[in-house]
């Protein structure tokens, strides 16, 4: 499976973006989704997931109530809807697709996408 990430860019505090990540090579709907992030210097953590139906989705505590966490089988691709950024949210976001059950650590997924950048500065 290849996952490529996009829609990062630079927003102000407040402001909104829409990530996608679209998957090839492979059976799409069979694979549970997730988003990652880096921040500089600090290591790679959970942001959101979805299962392989769109039926559960799972949320950091961070930015829960914030961000969304979506998928469209028929187009192999998931989103993630990002409002009210703060500059904490600054970061690298990774995208991640793995044929298990929905999970929240990196350990949880086996494909990766190749990250997209995201700055919230005023």
């Known amino acids: 499976v290849q996952l490529q990430a996009s829609g990062g860019g630079l927003v102000q505090p407040g402001g909104s973006l829409r990530l996608s990540c679209a998957a090839s090579?492979?059976?799409?709907?069979?694979?549970?989704m997730g988003w990652f992030r880096q921040a500089p210097g600090k290591e790679r953590d959970f942001v959101a997931a979805?299962?392989?139906?769109?039926?559960?989705?799972y949320y950091a505590a961070s930015v829960k109530g914030r961000f969304t966490i979506s998928r469209d089988n028929a187009k192999n691709t998931v989103f993630l809807q990002m409002n009210s950024l703060k500059p904490e949210d600054t970061a690298v976001y990774y995208c991640?697709?793995?044929?298990?059950?929905?999970?929240?650590?990196?350990?949880?997924?086996?494909?990766w996408g190749q990250g997209t950048l995201v700055t919230v500065s005023s």
């Open positions: 090579g492979g059976t799409f709907s069979r694979y549970a």
């Open positions: 991640a697709a793995d044929s298990g059950y929905v999970g929240t650590t990196l350990s949880d997924y086996h494909y």
């Open positions: 979805i299962n392989w139906s769109a039926g559960k989705t």
